[in-house]
């Protein structure tokens, strides 16, 4: 570990370290990807990759990824859920790699939902 | 370190290690590798997250799920269901002992939800041999702006505003403490850390040290700064090598950042900090002994005056607090004196940690606010008595404690309220024992211990605590006399006034205290030669009631000295002269037919 000369560089090894444990609890915004046998064998696996990728690449804070099991709804498989605080929890399905980035843009960072990839918002 | 959307951590504490949990760690990552998960969860050793009992402990985030008794096999599941598949593996996960319903999530958990964890903050969530950890929560930014915008005495003056009292057991005023050795004049002065914990059933010191080493270390060097020291010694008792070998790690990872050593974060402040590992003895815990030992002598007490404030080790001004009351330090000075303050009860102010044991369900780490109650700790806490028996009592504070009944279960935990009672806060340890416990029989443990461990430098400690341990012993078999009870409460009396030290000023507490609540056991065993609590096996006898016995032979079976005889179906017979009233006859007995008495 490199030496720590001032406050100056112990405040950002602070910052860099609280990104770095950040998944040790919920974030505020929740990213949920359908894992269950359905989603695997769909593609889930590729659009957490994508999801994971979009939201490092945008540096965005606060975000914990999850992965759920089957929900029951297999034909729609690969799914991903999109949680902001405060606002219902908006599903979406029929997912390709290349959704991702757009639905993490319009609906996760600026709140507006992606409507034409949405099949259920459950609550 | 890279960022991961997953966090398992798997608890490296001493208890959860003995339970296998490194085997489980190592088939975790061998699992998420094997998937072709490890770009995207990271798997963390931690310390002690306090909840021993159900060990090996795993919990996964962002959820955090809590699994418990997690097995190699297990962990495979784990792997392929929960963190491969999303699927939560329900059977793992922690169960109430009242009810059968599952606990999912870590903060929901009634062991958890009661306490205030502020010293075990970390414990458990961090990678305690990670100083980056340690730093994302906050670490060493206390000793930073102590560094920078306070002096030395303000900083004294913060630690009494605080309320904090030394959590060894003395509940002298920490920020009183520190005051003495800072105003005691003299260039070289000493900073020390008590680890040498050695109270039966106790087990705190161990779990910080091992769990959130760097938070030590921090308050230690805040301690340092502000008593105008240089150079610090931890005393840890070698008995807890795991403790030691994090603490070493810790040290030289921060002397590598420089947080410690010389010019520490460019404010010209210097300090070096060593660990000494002591032997096992439980005098050392004393901390005029501890200097002694540190020094290279045999640790045996000094009579005090002069103070170690004035003359402590090596004849220089030294303040010496226990691992707890460092480990508070650097949250006091990070949130401020008031924060803390701000909790505990009439003149104990903060939390204090206890080692909750003996016949309770949930045996583990607890931390609560001064003030709480027993019953709270005992039935909230700890889940109640194993096997819905009755409670009895609490032996609390350790070897040097007491005991309390079950008319003291509503009393508010302070220093003051406890010592009223007769215990003490001591350092922490807190046995429940149930109906079946023999409170002269646990008097007689606790004072064959402190007996044992008596330096023998005094003749109140050596001598009078032999003759008391005869003297229980002998109630114990069945010969006791119609005088030793006051005999016990002379002797105890005298061995607490005349001893040198904390230890003989203490040893008796355990007889005082079971005499003060349960002298009607005493008077059983030597009037009547009965032991209520049917567990002085000299004064039991097991027998076999011919009416219920069908003659079954579970009995026959279990029974490892061959006492029992009978034929199939005709009720059995137990030789009191080769029974060693292990009752293991008594267990294993399905129409409740063999009795003890």
């Known amino acids: 570990m490199p030496k720590i000369n001032n ?38 696996r590729k659009i957490m990759e994508a999801a994971m990728e979009e939201i490092s690449k945008r540096g965005l804070k606060d975000v914990s990824v999850e992965t759920t099991g089957c929900i029951g709804m297999c034909q729609n498989e690969p799914l991903m859920d999109i949680v902001r605080p405060g606002e219902p929890r908006v599903t979406y399905g029929n997912l390709k790699p290349e959704d991702v980035p757009r639905i993490i843009a319009d609906h996760l960072v600026n709140g507006n939902v992606v409507e034409e990839k949405v099949i259920g918002r459950p609550e | 370190m890279a960022t991961f959307r997953s966090h398992v951590l798997v608890c490296g504490g001493t208890g959860c290690t003995s339970g296998g949990s490194d085997k489980v760690l190592e088939t975790l990552r061998e699992g998420i590798k094997a998937n072709g998960l490890d770009k995207e969860i990271t798997v963390v050793q931690t310390g002690c997250h306090g909840m021993c009992e159900a060990g090996p402990i795993v919990i996964v985030y962002p959820e955090g799920t809590f699994y418990t008794h997690v097995k190699p096999q297990d962990a495979k599941e784990i792997v392929t269901e929960h963190l ?207 200097m002694n030992s540190i020094e290279g002598k045999r640790g045996m007490p000094r009579p005090r005056p002069p103070f170690p404030a004035i003359k402590g080790l090596w004849e220089k001004p030294s303040n010496i607090n226990n691992v707890e009351t460092w480990a508070n330090v650097a949250q006091i000075m990070f949130h401020g004196p008031e924060w803390y303050a701000n909790y505990g ?80 806060m001591g350092s922490g340890g807190l046995v429940v024992v149930d109906e079946e416990t023999c409170m002269v029989d646990m008097a007689r443990f606790f004072l064959e211990f402190t007996q044992r461990e008596s330096c023998g430098k005094c003749i109140p400690c050596r001598e009078g605590t032999k003759k008391m341990l005869d003297i229980l012993i002998r109630i114990t078999e069945g010969k006791g006399r119609e005088e030793d009870i006051d005999n016990l409460i002379y002797l105890g009396t005298q061995i607490k006034t005349a001893s040198l030290c904390g230890l003989g000023q203490t040893a008796p507490n355990p007889v005082l205290t079971t005499l003060r609540y349960f002298r009607h056991e005493y008077e059983a065993h030597i009037r009547e030669k009965r032991c209520p609590a049917g567990a002085c096996k000299a004064l039991i006898t097991i027998t076999i009631d011919p009416a219920k016995c069908v003659g079954c032979t579970k009995c026959t079976k279990a029974c490892p000295v061959k006492a029992i005889s009978g034929t199939v179906k005709q009720p059995h017979l137990i030789d009191q002269d080769l ?17 003890k008495k």
């Open chain 2, 345 to 424: 009860y009439e003149k104990s102010r903060g939390t204090k940690v206890f080692a909750l044991t003996g016949k309770v369900n949930n045996t583990g780490l607890v931390e609560v606010p001064m003030g709480t109650t027993i019953r709270e700790v005992v039935f909230d806490i700890g889940g109640g008595i194993i096997g819905g028996k009755k409670f009895k009592a609490v032996q609390i504070g350790g070897p040097s404690g007491g005991c309390l009944t079950e008319e003291h279960l509503d009393l508010p935990i302070s220093y003051e309220s406890l010592t009223a009672a007769g215990a003490i």
């Open chain 1, 7 to 44: 406050l100056e560089e112990l405040k950002k090894l602070r910052e860099k370290s609280i990104t770095e444990t950040a998944a040790r609890k919920e974030g505020k915004f929740r990213v949920i990807i359908g894992l269950g046998t359905c989603g695997i064998a769909a593609g889930g």
């Open chain 2, 579 to 595: 029974c060693i009233k292990c009752g293991a006859c008594v267990e294993v007995c399905p129409f409740k037919a063999i009795d």
């Open chain 2, 84 to 290: 491969l598949k999303g699927r939560v593996v329900e059977r793992l996960l922690y169960k109430e002992a009242m009810h059968s319903e599952a606990v999912p999530h870590y903060n929901e958990l009634p062991f958890y939800s009661k306490q205030v964890r502020l010293t075990l903050r970390n414990c458990g969530y961090i990678d305690p041999d990670s100083l980056e950890e340690y730093i994302a929560r906050d670490g060493y930014q206390a000793l930073a702006k102590v560094l920078t915008e306070k002096t030395p005495e303000q900083v004294v003056e913060d630690m009494k505003t605080s309320g904090l009292r030394g959590r060894g057991g003395g509940g002298f005023s920490t920020g009183m403490k520190w005051m003495f050795c800072a105003k005691s004049p003299g260039p070289k002065k000493y900073v020390i850390c008590n680890a040498d914990e050695g109270d039966p059933g106790a087990f705190m010191d161990r779990s910080l040290l091992e769990g959130d080493p760097h938070a030590i270390i921090e308050g230690m060097a805040i301690g340092a700064y502000a008593m105008g020291a240089d150079e610090g010694y931890i005393y840890c008792r070698a008995e807890y090598p795991l403790a030691i070998k994090r603490l070493l790690k810790s040290i030289g990872d921060a002397e590598e950042a420089g947080l410690l050593g010389e010019n520490i974060l460019g404010t010209g402040f210097n300090f070096t900090l060593h660990v000494k590992e002591g032997a096992g003895a439980f005098v050392c815990g004393e901390e005029t002994a501890l």
